[in-house]
């Protein structure tokens, strides 16, 4: 059986979605909310995803990383506050 692109997003949803919806409460402090940004982000990544030029898409995820390092480093520091 050939391993889709397809089922190369739903593993890669499966994988990340806590992670996405982590950051999500961390930014909107509302279950409700955070699920729905995921979700509609999950949505327009899907609409969009074949359309969008590989470089793109990691820049993207570049964007996302240094959005949570950043986070990480900001809890550390009050932590160590």
């Known amino acids: 059986m050939e391993y889709s692109k397809e089922q190369a997003f739903v593993d890669t949803v499966q994988a990340k979605s806590h992670q996405l919806y982590r950051i999500a409460?961390?930014?909107?402090?509302s279950s409700q909310?955070?699920?729905?940004?995921?979700?509609?982000?999950?949505e327009a990544t899907w609409k969009n995803l074949w359309r969008r030029r590989t470089e793109?898409?990691?820049?993207?995820?570049g964007k996302i990383r240094l959005a949570e390092e950043s986070k990480t480093a900001e809890r550390t520091?009050?932590?160590n506050a």
Request: charged share 40%.
């Open 77 to 79: 520091k009050i932590k």
């Open 33 to 42: 909310d955070a699920e729905d940004a995921v979700s509609d982000a999950i």
């Open 56 to 61: 793109v898409a990691e820049k993207d995820c």
């Open 25 to 29: 409460m961390s930014l909107l402090h």
